[in-house]
């Protein structure tokens, strides 16, 4: 038995180059061939897996594609939000150990280049599964609005799964869906 | 009486030519110049209002500052999420004409540039109203969670208020609060 896939690959040697370089010397003071050289590749080899150095914490569109695969694959039984909550409930984690992306989430922190394009990213994702949800028959609007919804869900849920490791993440998301539920629970006073 | 401030002063100017030389020519193919010389100005001057083209159409701090201090003067007996849903119903409308904003939101969605500028400004309000929730006693990461949420409701709603000239953005606030009640009211099914 070989390492796993991301274990030994290329792609995944400089994800964790760049993450460890980021950490000890700064996102601005890394450069792409610092990160090649580090994962053992030359600095040309970087631009076969990511476009520029900001990129490389955001690993293609893996994420997105097993996101909107799994709620086209969904029971249809299940309602929109279900069936997102539970592709975001199977999603992390797959790709990447917890510990990089616990490691990972407080470089982008720290970065506001790298705030920037993980916003950027969590829109597309929202933009990628919108016609998953509509060719399920949920109208356009209603469909964004579930997607906001379940992201935010997701968004509560996530930092508590990656600083303890006893949990599930669908469990903490099942836990942030309740705390929505009493959130909203009383219809908003009168008067307004 | 004179014109409303917005009607008259130059950064409103700014604003309006801004809008319609986008509409017309297109963002990428308008010009700082050509925008200070359709509102009357010298270029100069466009830069004592904003820093670059992209950030014409997001004017300022005024939107945050203003739902900053509707949270930090709300009832305190409102919950966190009733503060905000009522803060940001009072929002729209006040420094902008109904038929700018619709204008501005079609343009936006048109230019990547400022959606992505779009983006940014709406996690900036996030960020500027967590400290204000804060206050009341909400846990931050409760804080940003309610947050995300009310700001789906508001996207939800806004678009129809924009397009329903008869409606207010608290009614169709609360029509999407109800949605988002309707759509979470079930547990999620079990086996998960």
Do not use: V
């Given at each position: 038995m070989g390492m796993p896939r991301w274990e030994s690959d290329a792609q995944g040697r400089l994800e964790r180059a760049a993450l460890e370089l980021f950490e000890t010397q700064g996102f601005d003071r890394t450069s792409v061939a610092q990160i090649a050289g580090a994962a053992g590749?030359?600095?040309?080899?970087f631009y076969r897996y990511f476009?520029?150095?900001?990129e490389v914490l955001f690993a293609g569109d893996e994420l997105e594609a097993h996101l909107v695969a799994q709620v086209e694959a969904a029971?249809?039984?299940?309602t929109a939000i279900e069936a997102l909550l539970t592709a975001l409930g199977t999603?992390?984690?797959?790709?990447?150990?917890r510990e990089f992306l616990l490691r990972r989430g407080r470089v982008i922190a720290a970065n506001p280049a790298l705030a920037e394009r993980d916003l950027i990213k969590l829109a597309d994702i929202a933009d990628a599964l919108a016609p998953a949800l509509e060719r399920r028959g949920v109208e356009p609007g209603r469909a964004r609005f579930i997607i906001d919804v379940a992201l935010a869900i997701h968004r509560r849920a996530l930092p508590r799964w990656l600083a303890e490791p006893d949990t599930t993440l669908a469990q903490l998301m099942d836990e942030a869906a309740a705390e929505l539920r009493e959130a909203v629970a009383q219809p908003v006073p009168p008067g307004r």
């Open positions: 590749l030359k600095e040309r080899s476009p520029d150095k900001r029971d249809p039984g299940l999603a992390e984690g797959i790709f990447r150990p």
